[in-house]
């Protein structure tokens, strides 16, 4: 299995950019699709951004689209999320996700696919 460890949030003003990070460890990195999904406070859990084993797949939820960019290095075992244009809605505790195989869309958006998850990190944007 593998053990996923989010890093990189904290506070930032509306409109600013942040970057958040996972360290995956354990088994191979690159034999596993990748996640970030968030939740805030009183929400259910939601989809961010996925990508694929190789990296050549991306997806984003359309309330992410063209401001959040997810991509990952594979002989580093991480996972990041840039996040820019940020806006007081994006404030949750995001936490990054693996699944050992590959998957389409339909199916990268849902959380029960992946059966590893990190701790989660905190992003909080201020208005």
């Known amino acids: 299995q593998v053990q996923l460890v989010e890093s990189g949030g904290g506070l930032v003003q509306a409109g600013g950019s942040l970057s958040i990070s996972c360290a995956a460890s354990?088994?191979?990195?690159?034999?596993?699709?990748m996640g970030w999904f968030r939740q805030a406070p009183g929400k259910e859990r939601e989809f961010v951004s996925a990508i694929s084993r190789s990296g050549t797949n991306t997806y984003y939820a359309d309330s992410v689209k063209g401001r959040f960019t997810i991509s990952r290095d594979n002989a580093k075992n991480t996972l990041h999320l840039q996040m820019n244009s940020l806006k007081p809605e994006d404030t949750a505790v995001y936490y990054c996700?693996?699944?050992?195989?590959?998957?389409?869309?339909?199916?990268?958006?849902?959380?029960?696919?992946?059966?590893?998850w990190g701790q989660g990190t905190q992003v909080t944007v201020s208005s």
């Open positions: 996700a693996a699944a050992p195989k590959s998957f389409p869309l339909q199916l990268a958006i849902v959380g029960a696919e992946y059966p590893y």
């Open positions: 354990g088994r191979t990195f690159g034999g596993y699709a």
